[in-house]
C-alpha cells in the first residue's frame, strides 16, 4: 500500500504566528485556498482511492477540491488529529521559544509533553497505528496496492516519517513537512520505504504503485514492476515551527 501523506494548505494561524493546536475554526488562507486548488491538479490525475483526513477544518479544505475532482468521500480519523498542546493552543510562537519545555520539543521531543495536552510520544503512537490500519484495511478491501492520502498535521507527518524511516522520535524535527506538500510512503510486507518528503512539485507520477503502471505495459514488465516493489532496492519513486 502507498499513502500520500499531505499537510493541510496553509492557515490564518500560520500566517498569525500562532500555535492552532486544535483551535475551533481555524481555516485556510486566501495562499492555502490556492494550494489545496493545486493539489487538486497535482493528485487529481493520480489513481487516488481514498482520501483519510483529520477532523480539523484546515484539513477538510485541503481535500475538498481533491475529493471533488476523484469523486471521493474523505473519511474523518480522529487519530490524525493535529496534536493537543493544551495551554499552549493559540497562543503566538515568539512567545514560545521562551517556554523551557521549548527546548525539550526541539532537542528531545520524546520527552516533551505538552502542559494539559499530550506528549509527542503519544501522537506518533497513535498516528502510526491509525496509517499503518487504514493501510492494512484497504490491502484486505483491494487484494492489491493502493494510493490513498492522509492529510493532517505538520507534526503528525513528521512523526510518521520518523516511524517509516527507522529513526528514533528525537530526530523527527530533521524532518520538514511544509503546508500543502505531500511525502509518500510504500509499506510492504518487510519494510516502509519512504518515496518523497516534502515535495511541493507537480510531477508525482514516480508514486504511482507499480501494479497500476503495469495496467498499461506489458505482461512481462508488469511481473518485474510487482515482483521489485518488495525487494531490498527503493521501489520506485525518489513542531518545530
Given at each position: 500500500?502507498?499513502?500520500?501523506l ?44 481514498e ?8 484539513c ?12 471521493l ?23 514560545l521559544?521562551?517556554?523551557?519545555l521549548w ?9 516533551a ?26 490491502a ?24 517509516a ?34 515535495d511541493?512539485?507537480?510531477d ?26 518488495d ?11
Amino acid at each position: 500500500m502507498t499513502v500520500i501523506l499531505l499537510r493541510h494548505g496553509r492557515s490564518t494561524s500560520n500566517t498569525a504566528g500562532t500555535l492552532a493546536g486544535r483551535s475551533v475554526g481555524v481555516g485556510l488562507d486566501d495562499r492555502g485556498v490556492e494550494q489545496a486548488a493545486f493539489v487538486a491538479e497535482r493528485l487529481g490525475s493520480l489513481p487516488v482511492e481514498e482520501i483519510v483526513r483529520s477532523p480539523l477544518q484546515r484539513c477538510e479544505q485541503t481535500v475538498e477540491p481533491l475529493a471533488a475532482k476523484r469523486g471521493l468521500t474523505p473519511v474523518v480519523e480522529e487519530r490524525l488529529l493535529e496534536v493537543d498542546y493544551g495551554s499552549w493552543t493559540g497562543r503566538a510562537i515568539k512567545e514560545l521559544v521562551n517556554e523551557p519545555l521549548w527546548k525539550v520539543v526541539q532537542q528531545h521531543p520524546s520527552a516533551a509533553i505538552f502542559p494539559g495536552g499530550e506528549g509527542l510520544a503519544q501522537v506518533q503512537a497513535r498516528a502510526v497505528a491509525a496509517v499503518r490500519e487504514h493501510d492494512a484495511r484497504l490491502a484486505e478491501e483491494y487484494g492489491r496496492d493502493v494510493l490513498w492520502v492522509a492529510c493532517t498535521h505538520g507534526d503528525v507527518i513528521k512523526s510518521v516519517l520518523a516511524d517509516a524511516l527507522g529513526c528514533h522520535l528525537d530526530s523527527f524535527q530533521r524532518i520538514v513537512a511544509d503546508p500543502a506538500s505531500v511525502s509518500v510512503v510504500r509499506y510492504t510486507s518487510t519494510r516502509p520505504f519512504v518515496l518523497r518528503t516534502n515535495d511541493t512539485g507537480l510531477d508525482l507520477s514516480g508514486v504511482v504503485p507499480a501494479v497500476e503502471k503495469a495496467s498499461s505495459t506489458s505482461s512481462g514488465s508488469a511481473s518485474e514492476s510487482q515482483t521489485g516493489s518488495d525487494s531490498d532496492a527503493v521501489p520506485g519513486g525518489g513542531s518545530g515551527a
